[in-house]
């Protein structure tokens, strides 16, 4: 292991961390020196020195291997969430260690979830740094999985596995600066676009700046205690359904469709699964909801419903109602829909359409198998054969996944929490989702929980955010040869 090589490249990270310090500084500037400022200020001169030491002590190597692809990686999101609580914690209020460390994993790993009571309170310069750790999450972990592991070598993207289906082959078969502008257009593009419509809508631009960052991210912090629900706009809902839905789908497809490519959101077949499965899931909800009598009408069933479905498939966990108050048949849908989430290639967590899509093909190829033993059946995705290596790691991924949610469902009900709350809780973290069900609903927050439940919640929340296998390798690396 090169340490000289894995420091610098986490040492880069930690500047561009810092700019966003100084940005959030610079908010709290024009908003007349608001108590925000002097704690990220020197958050900023803290993280620049400790990004800046290796840069200019260490000395340079060459390029990665495949061990310290993983160590560069993993290494970057850990210190990236320790910098992140400086904020917190020189801020002070409801932010202890444990809690400033919470919000920072949930910032970065674009959860969601949060511990404060009363986000009103927060000043305008700390809104703009919790709404910007979503941002950076959401841009690094494309970033650094689909940009700087195609330059490891044999290692490639198997990490995440996003290289499931011909559609991610596709997209991004390109050179490395190739990738990073696809990346950067479509990231900042749907931000930016996202921000302007939200202010003709009628949010302020500080408002509409920061929920774009949550909502492009997947993430789900607002700047308000009560979510989107505080606007009570159906034309500013309308707009966060639609850029939470294309959020959740493979970058490369967004760019492929907008630029007129043939491999296309039209003809990609796990782009038109996610697409029925949140439609769908929607509709089942809304008739729930409607013949529940939750909502008078079907209109406003439909509103809510398919809003909150669409936000929890995407990972994005913003709210416009109660949905623990929900019929059971919602609760389960909407929980399912959490744990399957959006396409390989976004910011989206959870299991991906990808791998629910590839584990029927290779259920229905098993049972054609069985009927027809000489038969040579090939499980194909978007009309590529996959190899059988694909196949298993699809299936091996849900496996290690549903293991870990078990674990974690067991571990927080431990604590006196009832089993909604506890199996809504753990799949909440794991799939990067911000918000469950019972005591961890979407209007509720997890600031009252014991503290060990809330550290083990940054765990799985990172185990979701890195695919699992990449925070497992940490502790596979030889550190030593």
Partial sequence: MRWNIVLRYIGLILLLDAVFMLLAACVSLLDGVDTGFYPLLQSFLLTSILGAFPLIFVSKGGSVNSQEGYAVVTGAWLMSCL??????????????????????????????????????????GMLFWRASTHWLGGMGVVMFVLVVLPSMGSTKMR?????????????????????LQILLVVYVGLTISETVLLRIAGMSWFDAVCNSFSTIATGGFCTRNTSIATFGSVWIETIVLFFMAVSGLHFGLIFATMTGKSNNLFKSEIGRYYIASLLGAGLLVTLSLWLSGVYPT????????????????????????????????????????????????STAGGVKCDRVLLS??????????????????????????????????????????????????????????????????????????????????????????????????????????LEIFGFLQLFLIRWRK
């Fill in 298 to 345: 079907l209109g406003s069933s439909l509103r809510y419903g398919l809003f909150q479905v669409v936000s929890v498939a995407s990972t994005t966990g913003f709210a416009t109602a109660d949905s623990s108050a929900w019929p059971s048949l919602s609760v389960i849908l909407m929980l399912l829909m959490m744990i399957q989430c959006g396409c390989a290639g």
């Fill in 83 to 124: 910098a992140g609580m400086l904020p917190y914690v020189l801020w002070g209020g409801e932010f202890s260690f444990v809690n400033a460390w919470f919000e920072s994993v949930s910032g970065f790993s674009t959860t969601g979830s949060t511990i404060l009571g009363d986000v009103e309170a927060l000043p305008k």
């Fill in 360 to 465: 029927f093909k290779a259920i229905r190829a098993m049972m054609i198998r069985r009927q027809h033993p000489n038969a040579v059946i090939r499980v194909k995705l978007n009309g590529v054969i996959q190899d059988a290596s694909m196949v298993d790691m699809a299936v091996l991924f849900i496996l290690l996944y549903g293991a870990l949610l078990a674990l974690g469902t067991i571990f927080i009900a431990a604590f006196g929490l009832d089993l909604e709350t506890s199996f809504s809780m753990a799949a909440a973290s794991m799939g990067n989702v911000g918000v469950g069900f019972g005591q961890a609903g979407s209007m509720n927050n997890f600031g009252g929980f014991p503290a060990a439940v809330k550290v083990l919640c940054t765990v799985l929340m990172l185990l979701g955010r």
């Fill in 159 to 179: 990490l995440s596995s996003v290289e499931l289906s011909s559609m991610a082959k596709d997209n991004f078969k390109y050179r490395t600066q190739k990738i």
